[in-house]
Structures are given as C-alpha cells and as structure tokens.
C-alpha cells in the first residue's frame, strides 16, 4: 500500500514537473503601434528555440520547436491578423495567423534573453491601403465630370517647401480622374501635362463637353502663420467679404486685391442662385470625404471648412463648381504630406467618394 502511495505521489510530481518545463503560452495580443506597424506579441512561461515560417506573405506559424505548447489564454483575431489557428503536428504545437490579404507585409522577430517574450513586429505596405471602389450600377446618365489641376506651364503657382503647387495637383488630379473612371464616369482633365490652360480656357472646356461637374484642385499658401495655417479648405463660388479670402481669390485669379471687388458685382449679375446652391451642396460632400479619408494617414490633418469666395475660374462654368485647398504646400507638416504618395492617393479618393456622394444625391441633376 505503501508503496503504491509512493508510486502515484512520483507520477504526480513528474506529470506536474513535465507540464511547469513545457512550453506554455500565458498570454497573447495584438499591439497598433502606428498605422503601419503592429506588433504581435506572445508571452510564454519559457521557451528555448521558436521556428517562425511564412507559408506566403499572408499566412505564417509559429511554433517552438519539436514540442507541444499549453495554450493558456484566448487567441482573438485584431487588426491585421484576421483568423488563427492552433494544430498540432508532429509533436509540435503550430499558431498558424492569417493575415489581410489587402496589403503585403515584412516581419521582423525579437525573442527576450529570458525566453518570456517573442514578439512579432509586422510592418504594412501602405501603398495598398486604399480601399477597392465597390462596382456600382451605371447610371441611365453617365455623369460628365471635369477635373481641372490648377496653374501649370510658365504659372509655377505657390512655391512650396518640398515642391510647386503645379506639380503636387496634377498627380493628386490624375488620380482623382482614375477613381472616378473605375466607377464609370465619364472624366476630362483640364491639363495632363505642364501646361498653362487660362482661367477662361479651362471654363470653356468644361461647357464643351457639357460636364456636370467641374472641379478645381490647389494647394493653399501662408503669407503669414505658416506654421500655424494648415488643413483643407473646399470653395464654392459666391461674393464675400471675408479678408482671406479675397487675398486668396485675389492669388488664385492673379489680380490685385483691389480687384476682387468688381468680380463680386459679376458674380452678382451672372451667377444664378441654383448653381450656387448646388456648388454648395457639392463642396460640402467632398470637404466631408476629403477630410475623412486625408485623417487615415495623416491624423494632424485639420478641417477649416466649406467657403465662398470669387473665383474666376468657377463664374463661367454652367454646372455646380468648386475649388479645393487639399493643403497648405508652405506649413512644414502639410507639405511633407502633399510629398507623400499615400496621403495625395488617399485625398484623392476622398474627393472622388465626395463626387460620388453628391451624383447619389437628390440635389445632382443632369446638365
């Protein structure tokens, strides 16, 4: 009897000393460090040697290695890591982790000295960040929509840190055009090169293929509080007395301010309350989108707000009509995003889903 006690007290103590020198997982998450990076962190009692192995770019396992692991907490998908899974095979505990198939990926591992902590530090390639557009009907009418990058040629616009205002809005512009193809629309640029169309060329293009929509895009300038002025502004066409914004039109129209005045007595006698009304209602969808698809990769990313203003380039144009400010090419933390080909491709989608909103609308009305 004794000796059966002993037996039994000794398989106890084995079974138990196995179970505490086996590797067991404690504890598992799934950090965002920023928007391309995530870390992907286990946590084990102890583990001596791991194997990692990429299956493909988006599917991986991790395994340590020839033993069984004792799962201890819940393994829950987050962000990226879309599905895990737990096998064992061949004596060997295997966490398999699929991952979004949207983006590609390099992973970088750190196992700490005292075997606690194997951390997988997954970076994204932001490049593919942008959402598919979802296919959409045709509609009877397919919209006319005419994308003007503003300056260009011999008018250089606003000299930038990084780079000049002519330069940065027609990539954003071309790229504006290429999401609204990819739904159907049918889409003219004012330019597609380093052209300089006039203020009254490019109106007239837009009445001759009878557009439904004419959009103009720039990039805002400082001449004071550089490092303070920053964000997206959306104009639409109409008299003001807002300071700023006549030295702005003033810039855009290249007049004097002093000027401004008799553009706000055309404006009165030529423009119909309707398109100014429709003008506001599309600036309003795209400031809206722009901003909402700008903040994804650019958090600092400021909303000054739907604005009127005299601008030449809009009183000529027989359809709703506005101009963008994507961003101020002199402040130091917008012209290093108006750099960036991920931020220009995700403002650029945003005035496109902007457009979209408002031909879904019950304010677009066919040409």
């Known amino acids: 009897m004794i000796k059966a006690i002993i037996s039994l007290f000794w398989l106890v103590f084995l079974t138990l000393n196995a179970y505490a020198a086996s590797p067991r997982l404690e504890s598992f998450s799934i950090v965002n460090i920023s928007p391309a990076v995530e870390n992907v962190i286990f946590t084990f009692n102890k583990v001596k040697k791991y194997r990692f192995i990429m299956l493909s770019n988006h599917y991986w396992y991790i395994a340590a290695s020839g033993e069984k692991i004792k799962i201890d907490c819940p393994l829950k998908p987050k ?10 095979i061949r004596n060997e505990t295997r966490i398999f982790l699929r991952m979004d198939s949207r ?7 750190l196992l700490s000295k005292d075997g606690k902590y194997l951390i997988v530090r997954i970076e994204k390639n932001l490049s593919k960040l942008i959402p598919k557009p ?32 002519k330069n940065v809005v027609l990539s ?44 103009s895009i720039h990039a805002n300038y400082a001449l004071k509080n550089r490092l303070q002025a920053r964000g997206l502004e959306v104009y639409f066409l109409n008299t003001t007395s ?46 809206k989108s722009a901003l ?11 909303g000054r707000g ?5 601008f030449f380039v809009l009183v000529d144009t027989r359809c709703p009509s506005i101009l963008i400010e994507t961003a101020f090419i002199n402040n130091p933390k917008d012209a290093l995003m108006l750099r960036s080909p991920v931020f220009k491709r995700q403002i650029a989608y ?18």
């Open 79 to 88: 962000l990226s890591v879309k599905r895990i899974l737990v096998r064992n």
């Open 103 to 109: 983006y590609k990926y390099r992973y970088r591992l």
């Open 134 to 165: 979802e296919a959409i009907k045709k509609p009877v009418h397919i919209p006319i929509i005419v994308i003007d990058p503003g300056h260009g040629g011999k008018d250089p616009g606003a000299i930038g840190i990084y780079n000049k205002e």
């Open 172 to 215: 954003i512009a071309k790229l504006v055009a290429y999401y609204l193809k990819l739904k159907h629309y049918r889409v003219f640029l004012t330019r597609t090169g380093d052209t300089y169309p006039t203020l009254a060329q490019r109106a007239q293009f837009a009445n001759k293929v009878k557009a439904d929509i004419f959009v």
């Open 242 to 287: 807002d300071a700023r914004a006549i030295r702005l039109a003033a810039r855009e129209n290249g007049i004097p301010v002093s000027k401004v005045g008799d553009i706000n007595k055309i404006i009165l006698s030529l423009i119909q309350s309707s398109k100014i009304d429709k003008s506001k209602v599309l600036a309003t969808y795209v400031y």
């Open 292 to 302: 909402k698809y700008g903040k994804r990769v650019y958090k600092g990313y400021k």
């Open 306 to 310: 739907v604005k009127q203003a005299p």
């Open 350 to 367: 945003g005035i496109a889903k902007g457009i979209e909103a408002y031909i879904n609308s019950p304010r677009f009305v066919k040409q």
